[in-house]
């Protein structure tokens, strides 16, 4: 039988494998360019001599397509043109998209029906789903993960543009992406990296320079990559505190310095968001300019016991402390004051967690994403923010059958279906909803929303938030010209330059905890021996397993253009031992714990070896799973225990001492937060560590190219005692490790050459100075 919708959607996706050739290019008088695509059926009107782009075809310069108009004028005008259906889709944020799509598991897609291997199209095209999302659902913000290379990206953008030109009132795609510099590019949460691009230290690495000059560099030099890649939103900088050192993600914060992070984060932002002189549009916004949508609100931090809100095990954030004022210092002084043109963050993302007790007005203890007073109450009135709040990927969606099952994350709603959850984030203040492309949920609340309001309200609801979204897609000059040159994406995108300033910022990262009687730097062409580490099998962010090794930590290649590599250690002049810092496999849950009759949950521990938890709490502060697991009412791990799963890490560190007699042994440790040093401190000459950089980045310290100037960003505890004792919600708590060599690992600790540095950094943020 003619399948008469097939042949629509292979024309209309036939029509898109040449429009990247297909952009016309108009300059006006005052230098404002437009870009619009001959095949996408909009039509160019001439005002006074002016070039204006007709994108809802009706002949007509309307106020939204008059880019001599402010960009309030222009986005309430939209608006008010906009149907109820138009306004829901702008109202969604796409899940996970990989350009091109994979063939099967997360982020997949279809071509014509087919994986893209058998579809006979390009890896730059549009996919089925997306098709979908963007005809039907009126979707125009996509979340881009991993893409094949920087011109696939560029030109899948001119495909995706030329297409929304030409439906509806012609909105622009917003395309937005995480944290996609990092040097650590094999980190598997990190689903930004792939593709060609400058690599920059990430997260903690990039708190341990103490330096906001260098991630406003960053942010400069980052938002020109993503603009020549077709992305106009950065989901990030994440500034939540790292002030519970257990937690999976303080390896993404800065530190757990409020004043450190505030000024980190407003230094990202400032760099992301302000265009040079030459490309401004208007108040810093420009050509050059991407949205940053900074998360965590009000601060994903101190999570109970170091679990995380991805889980339900995760689901609460506590304040033993009563301290939530500093997790909000980097939001209210510093995202909410830039002293650019751009004035604010463009964008808040609340996390995903229940922030405990905290709302004293409604007595909710619901998700962030769902909180009337975090957002409504604290966000807006008391703090003034009225830019697009969308909340954190998936929280709408139903969640799995155990506390630990990856899935939807509705935290305090669970007892709600979908759609009510969706009307719940839209009372609360909630613009946009992360991970979903389909509008019909969202369409299902505001009729929720008219029978209770009237159809008057809700109407002026859904109008306010298309305000908010449609502010930040025109201020980076999207309505005039989304496309993107080729030539310059080949140009920008991991330009020499770019990569070298990247680099330059991942050496000066990396901290030197220990140099025993001056053993580093080593000098280049001695012999080291390296020894091999076994990893066993891990199971990664999304479920997924990697094969157990035995194998060098690093590439031989890269070590022998520094040293003689021997595997004899009688050979060798020094050793280096490259190790991660402790993992805790069941991340503070386990599922055997609970079938033999516990509650569930485990410690997690900083610490290789076997951990017992004798000072734990005897009550958690929070409990309950009323869908999942509703008996358990108490979330303590006392007494329970819990071993690395690197342990053979320590071991390996045991193991090279010996055999390495009187000979200096270094490690050199990649952590994703703070750990315990105690194991093994007193048996080595030298500690190198970074938190995820390039292997040569550390050879250039260890060898002495460069000297070591970073700093520690987070407390490193002396023991796993002060660790359980210190306060979820609070700075600088813990007792922190002291030496062999009476050096204190404390907050803002490092050496060079010479010893413990103390500058102008250190006089600023260290506490108590």
Known sequence: MFN????????????????????????????????????????????????????????KLDPYEDWRNSVDERAKDLASRMSVEQIAGLMLYSDHQSIPARPYGFGAGTYNG?????????????????LKFLKEDNLRHILITSVQSPEVSAKWNNNVQALVEGIGLGIPVNNSSDPRNTANVTSEFNAGAGGQISLWPDGLAMGATFDPDIVKQFGTIASQEYRALGITTALSPQVDLGTEPRWYRTT?????????????????????????????????????????????WPGGGPEEGGRDGHWANGKFAVYPGNNIQDHLKPFTEGAFKLEGGTGKASAIMPYYTISYDIDDVYNENVGNGFSKYLISDLLRDTYGYDGVVCTDWGITHDEGPMPDTFAGKPWGVEGLSVEERHYKAIKAG????????????????????????????????????????????????????????????????????????????????????????????????????????????????????????????????????????????????????FVRSPQTKEAGYSREDRKQGGNGYVPISLQYETYTATNAREQSIAAGDPVIDPEVKNRS???????????????????????????????????????????????????????????????????????PSGLLPVQMPASMKTVEEQKEDVPYDMIPYKDSAGNIYDFGYGLNWSGKIEDGRTYKYVKGK
Do not use: C
């Open 4 to 59: 008469r919708s097939f042949l629509v959607l292979y024309l209309i996706l036939g029509v898109q494998l040449s429009l990247a050739q297909e952009v016309k290019i108009l300059t006006n008088s005052n230098g404002m360019t437009l870009g619009y695509s001959q095949s996408s059926g909009i039509k160019i009107l001439e005002v006074n001599g002016e070039f204006f782009k007709d994108l809802n075809r009706n002949g």
């Open 114 to 130: 087919k994986p893209i291997s058998e579809s006979g199209m390009k890896a730059s095209d549009i996919s089925d789903q997306q």
């Open 252 to 296: 993404y914060v800065f530190s757990e310095s409020p004043e450190l992070v505030k000024d980190m984060g407003k230094a990202y932002i400032e760099g992301f968001q302000t265009s040079s002189e030459a490309s401004v549009i208007s108040n810093g916004w420009g050509f050059e300019s991407v949205n940053a949508m900074v998360k965590h």
């Open 430 to 577: 909630v613009d946009q909803f992360g991970g979903n492309n389909d509008k019909a949920p969202v369409l299902a609340a505001y009729r929720m929303g008219v029978k209770e309001f009237g159809e008057d309200y809700m109407r002026k609801r859904f109008e306010r938030s298309a305000v908010r979204l449609l502010k930040n897609i025109l201020r980076v000059g999207l309505f005039e010209n989304p496309y993107v040159q080729l030539t310059q994406t080949k140009t920008i995108v991991g330009s020499p330059e770019f990569m070298k300033q990247g680099y330059d910022a991942q050496l000066k990262s990396i901290v030197l905890l220990k140099n025993k009687n001056q053993i580093l730097p080593r000098k280049e062409k001695s012999t080291v021996y390296i020894p091999k580490i076994y990893t066993p099998l891990e199971t990664g962010w999304f479920g997924n397993a990697t094969p157990a090794s035995f194998e060098y930590p690093v590439d031989t290649s890269l070590v022998k253009k520094y040293y003689n590599l021997t595997d004899d250690a009688r050979e060798a002049d020094f050793a280096i031992v």
């Open 637 to 707: 791990y006392k007494g329970k225990t819990s071993t690395a799963s690197n342990i053979m890490d320590l071991r390996t560190i045991q193991d090279t001492r010996m055999i390495m007699g009187d000979k200096p042994v270094i490690v050199s440790v990649t952590a994703d937060k703070p750990m315990i040093f105690s194991e093994f401190e007193k048996q080595v000459e030298g500690i190198v560590l970074n938190f995820g950089v390039s292997t040569q980045a550390v050879l250039d310290i260890i060898s002495g190219k460069h000297e």
